[in-house]
């Protein structure tokens, strides 16, 4: 299993997790759907309680992640498979440009 905080600016807005089995799932933070009722990450996922869960990383994550000669290089660098749309996420995505930021959390030190 691997997981990420995901952050909207600067606020904890939920986490990803990719299950042993290979689901994705995306819960908004408690204190996020309080605070921010109304601030979506996108508008394919409405702020909410409820779990989205999906066998596919969620579109708006998988456009995170770079395309073309950047991917080519962040693959190489990190020698992930370009089919490991997690692990590129994880790995290319804490600075993007834009409001979201994902971190990879590191279950060894939870």
Known sequence: MRRAEIYY???LAGLLTETDE???I?????DYTIKFPNQ???FSMPVTEQAYID????PFFEGLIPEGWLLDIASKNWKINPAD???LLLACCQNCIGAVSVKAI????E
Not at 26 to 30: A, I, L, R, T
Not at 55 to 58: A, E, G
Not at 106 to 109: A, V
């Open 9 to 11: 600016k600067d606020s």
């Open 40 to 42: 979506v990450i996108t």
């Open 26 to 30: 995306f819960q908004y933070d408690k």
């Open 22 to 24: 290979g689901q994705y």
């Open 106 to 109: 590191n279950e060894e030190n």
């Open 55 to 58: 066998n596919r990383l969620f």
């Open 85 to 87: 749309r997690m692990g």
